[in-house]
């Protein structure tokens, strides 16, 4: 897969091989993405994908091959560099979103910043965002009082607080019907697009398809 124009790719693997109890059982597909590309990462359950976010993410060591995030090189980091730079530079949407229940709309986003270990870099990104995400009425709410769709907006908030180069999403429509999964992922690639990020998704859900510009299949090794 190529880049766009001439913009440097913010998400590079080459070579990525993903090992499950020391035994290699998948390999990703080179990727080479531009900010506000979009991608999604397909096969059945048990193939690999949830793994693979793991590798980009700089969470588990894929058995080969190299990771660029912005230009860097994840796996050549110490692990307490890779947490510090996962803060940063990549934002994470879970299925089960993550929230912490006794906190706020803004706090739960405003976490973001907290984890990764320094402030916010531009003063009014939290309120900016909550507005672009249609929360601000709810910024000061406890989580555990919001609907599922306005906590899933609150999780794709927390994701883009930093500015990410790279958002991944992981399995995000599988509990959700056919109206809820196109408006999730609109707002998932619009949210990243006007963060200048990439975006990759992984999923097994084929209605995720058409609201991405391209599609790649894990390869099984024998």
């Known amino acids: 897969m190529s880049t766009t124009g001439k913009q440097s790719p913010v998400l590079l693997a080459e070579n990525v091989v993903l090992a499950r109890g ?4 998948a390999r990703l597909p080179d990727l080479s993405l531009s900010p506000r590309q979009t991608v999604a990462l397909v096969g059945p359950s048990g193939c690999g994908k949830t793994t693979a976010l793991l590798a980009l993410a700089g969470v588990t060591r894929p058995s080969e091959g190299r990771i660029e995030i912005d230009g860097v090189d994840v796996w050549k980091l110490a692990r307490s560099g890779r947490d510090g730079f996962r803060g940063r530079r990549i934002g994470l949407v879970f299925q089960s979103f993550h929230l912490v229940d006794a906190l706020s709309v803004a706090q739960n986003v405003r976490l973001a910043a907290q984890c990764a270990g320094h402030p916010l870099r531009e003063p009014n990104r939290l309120e900016k965002l909550l507005a672009q995400l249609d929360l601000s009425a709810l910024r000061d709410r406890r ?3 919001i609907s599922h769709g306005q906590a899933q907006r609150v999780a794709v908030a ?3 607080l930093n500015r990410p180069a790279v958002v991944l999403a992981d399995e995000p429509t599988s509990a959700l019907d056919d109206a809820n ?3 999730l992922m609109s707002l998932l690639a619009q949210s990243a697009a006007q963060s200048d990020a990439a975006l990759v998704v992984a999923t097994h859900d084929r209605r995720v398809l058409d609201a991405v510009e391209t599609v790649v299949e894990m390869q099984a090794l024998p």
Not at 22 to 25: A, L, N, P, V
């Open 22 to 25: 020391g035994k290699r059982f």
């Open 143 to 145: 989580v555990d009082r």
């Open 158 to 160: 927390r994701a883009l």
């Open 181 to 183: 999964t196109a408006e």
